[in-house]
């Protein structure tokens, strides 16, 4: 599985981007979609995730409201809608995949994840 993440960009602050992320190699639909980012200095950090299969979504705390992740299963694609952006939302957003059935202690570990995307960077500006 390979897997394209784009639609990064820079925008100001409260301003909106909505990222993609193109599978290809499989059938990506039954597969749980997660998007990290990680900021200049900082660890890679959980953002949004959609389970494969019942299409259930978590959200980190700081983007929970802000952003949406959804699927179009017929693209085998994945997207994350990010509204109302903040200077601390700069970051490389990666995308990642896994066909494991992770419970949710573990759905937000990078670790977990099998397939990733080669990062797209957002930059808000304030």
């Known amino acids: 599985v390979q897997l394209q993440a784009s639609g990064g960009g820079l925008v100001q602050t409260g301003g909106s981007l909505r990222l993609s992320c193109e599978a290809s190699?499989?059938?990506?639909?039954?597969?749980?979609t997660g998007w990290f980012r990680q900021a200049p200095g900082k660890e890679r950090e959980f953002v949004a995730v959609?389970?494969?299969?019942?299409?259930?979504?978590y959200y980190a705390d700081s983007v929970r409201g802000r952003f949406t992740i959804s699927r179009d299963k017929a693209k085998n694609t994945s997207y994350l809608q990010m509204n109302s952006l903040k200077a601390e939302d700069t970051a490389v957003y990666y995308c990642?995949?896994?066909?494991?059935?992770?419970?949710?202690?573990?759905?937000?570990?990078?670790?977990?994840?099998?397939?990733w995307g080669q990062g797209t960077q957002v930059t808000v500006s304030s």
């Open positions: 990642a995949g896994t066909n494991k059935g992770l419970i949710l202690s573990t759905i937000k570990s990078t670790s977990e994840y099998d397939y």
């Open positions: 190699g499989r059938t990506f639909s039954s597969y749980t």
């Open positions: 959609i389970r494969g299969g019942n299409g259930v979504t």
